[in-house]
């Protein structure tokens, strides 16, 4: 597999100290996912998200979790556009593969509005990747989308680091907030860039022993929680044919 970038995340849901000042680097984005009210794509190990950033046009991912990389089909490992992604913690380590898309400019909006098909801000490739891993009887244009949440996103270099990171911060609509820091590496350097990198937020008071959860996974369960309840304002099924994770570390590569 040919490497395609590397790095080490660290996530916390409280403020980091110690941190130079920088300014955004990119625009706020705004991230929806797709799911049942249940969450059964999740529990099938399916992730299914489209994303829109100011100035930079919109996006769409269907991701595999976990997955063996040697055994994903080669067609889809060589796609320029598929990636794979191994997350490290201090209670093991799980790969996952993302296969990327890029619709239109306006299109998940027009989605979320009801405007477009949730099916068509996919790729051929990434509805075909879709539908060899949903469990029967669930369509794309049948499933909720959760969301959005605010996602800002910077550049920054620490002091008492020799590592750019690049920040993350989630924004829920309760007020809440999950922080992700990142840092590229070499592939061989990863888990110990991760441990450098855990022992330098541990030493601005960052508490890196909360219980382990990705971001995927902590919006799922906070919309569909919000769905459950009646209290979501944008979580919502489709028309029919219209229709945290602290201390882990994240490894990229490309077939």
């Given at each position: ?42 529990e ?14 919109d ?34 380590y799980?790969c996952?593969?993302?296969l ?7 299109d ?13 801000l ?35 270099l620490?002091?008492?680091?020799d ?16 922080l ?22 541990a030493?601005?008071?960052i508490?890196?022993?909360?219980k ?39 490894t990229?590569?490309r077939?």
């Amino acid at each position: 597999m040919r490497q395609k970038a590397h790095r080490a995340t660290e996530n916390s849901e409280r403020n980091a100290h110690g941190f130079s000042d920088c300014a955004p680097q990119r625009p706020a984005r705004r991230v929806f996912f797709f799911d049942t009210p249940d969450l059964t794509l999740d529990e099938h190990g399916l992730v299914v998200r489209a994303r829109r950033s100011q100035g930079k046009g919109d996006d769409t991912v269907v991701k595999l979790r976990p997955v063996v990389p040697s055994k994903l089909p080669r067609d889809l490992r060589q796609s320029p556009d598929f990636g794979v992604e191994l997350d490290a913690s201090p209670k093991g380590y799980v790969c996952s593969g993302s296969l990327k898309g890029f619709p239109t400019e306006g299109d998940v909006r027009k989605a979320m509005t009801g405007g477009k098909s949730v099916r068509k801000l996919f790729t051929k490739e990434q509805r075909a990747l879709f539908a060899e891993h949903v469990p029967d009887g669930i369509e794309l244009d049948e499933l909720t989308m959760l969301g959005p949440l605010l996602v800002l996103k910077l550049k920054n270099l620490p002091q008492g680091y020799d590592r750019r990171l690049v920040v993350e911060l989630w924004l829920y609509p309760d007020g809440s907030r999950i922080l992700e820091l990142s840092t590229k590496c070499a592939p061989a350097e990863a888990f110990q860039v991760a441990a450098e990198t855990r022992a330098f937020l541990a030493s601005r008071g960052i508490d890196l022993s909360s219980k382990q959860q990705t971001k995927t996974r902590s919006a799922l369960e906070f919309f569909a929680k919000q769905l459950g309840s009646g209290k979501t304002e944008t979580g919502r099924r489709q028309p029919k044919a219209n229709a945290s994770a602290p201390a882990s570390t994240t490894t990229k590569s490309r077939a």
